[in-house]
């Protein structure tokens, strides 16, 4: 695949939307970071041919066993806040279709808590990982449209989902109209371009993570794509226990050279120095992550809305 055209508003004209900067991969390939003139999303340009899934089977996208992790101990305790807050703000919810499930942790955890729980992940090892480790039910086909299940649910939620996937034939709006109740709850997370983090990394981002991230959402951006999907915004977030604080430490590192990527390095190789030095940054990131996330300035945004629209 290519990508020539902004995700959000497919606008045909981007050969004059200005570059933000350029990012080099650690397989020396450059990509551009654009603006769009049209909608200001900010999303990543190439125009030279990749095959996309070969990308997918490196870094963190790689499956691994990871119940007894720490990132699992983490990721527990961060999906139950979420949870919670889900319960809080549509208490008769039963159903929950999670988008882009992986390997099934959040479903998981969410049928701990009462759910019936559904999930949609084309990466076939992941959705495999998600039946056989905690027996789910994952639909792994490409979604293009309609519904998924035969039946819409009370709560949809996307976490990391939609800075990979290209908008276009209106494919959001399809996802929200075909498969959640009217008054059901939506809750979607991406990564914060706006963020300290961001900001300060400039193009050694952590989250920027090209080209599997096209997209690089600001808050702004992504409640008008919630809006635009005949969906109102109740709550937002900005704090990620393992994503933001992971993040920050990235963008710390970055200041004295780091280059290479936080996740995939402490899962893959981890190094004497590179655990020390995650030890002496991790009290400063968490400090600095939670005053980002404080001024709605964290390495994620996350928005919990309710379906006020059924065209
Ligand atoms: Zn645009």
């Known amino acids: 695949m290519i990508n020539i055209t902004c995700p959000v508003c497919i606008n045909k004209e981007t050969k004059s939307d200005s570059i933000v900067f350029k990012v080099v991969t650690d397989s020396n390939e450059t990509y551009q970071i654009r603006k769009c003139q049209n909608c200001n999303h900010v999303y990543t340009y190439f125009t030279h041919d990749i095959d996309i899934s070969a990308y997918y089977d ?3 996208y790689t499956v691994k066993d990871t119940k007894e992790s720490i ?8 999906y139950n806040l979420v949870l919670n807050k889900i319960k809080k703000l549509n208490p008769s919810s039963n159903t929950l279709l999670d988008f882009g499930s992986g390997k099934g942790l959040f479903l998981k955890f969410a049928r701990e808590k009462g759910y019936a729980v559904k999930g949609v ?9 998600a ?11 490409y979604y293009k449209q309609g519904m998924v299940f035969g039946e819409k649910f009370d709560v949809l939620t996307m976490f990391h989902v939609l800075e990979h996937i290209h908008l276009s034939e209106n494919l959001l709006n399809n996802l929200i109209t075909a498969n959640l109740k009217l008054n059901g709850t939506l809750v979607i997370e991406v990564p914060n371009f706006n963020s300290w983090q961001s900001k300060w990394a400039g193009n050694r981002w952590l989250h920027l993570d090209v080209p599997r991230h096209i997209s690089h959402f600001t808050p702004a951006i992504l409640k008008k794509v919630i809006a635009d999907s005949g969906c109102v915004v109740q709550r937002e977030s900005y704090f ?15 200041w004295f050279g780091y280059k290479g990527f936080l996740i995939a390095d402490l899962k893959n190789k981890k190094s004497l120095g590179l655990l020390t030095g995650l030890l002496v940054v991790l ?12 001024c709605n300035q964290g390495g994620v945004v996350r928005c919990y809305a309710v379906k006020t629209v059924q065209p």
């Open 58 to 60: 490196e870094k963190d």
């Open 131 to 141: 039946k056989d480790h905690f027996g789910l039910e994952i639909n792994s086909d």
């Open 283 to 294: 009290p400063l990131a968490t400090i600095l992550e939670s005053l980002a996330s404080l």
């Open 240 to 254: 990620s226990l393992h994503l933001g604080i992971v993040g920050m430490v990235q963008t710390i590192f970055s």
């Open 71 to 78: 990132f699992f101990k983490i990721q527990k305790l961060e």
């Open 121 to 129: 992940e084309s990466s076939v090892p992941r959705a495999r990982y």
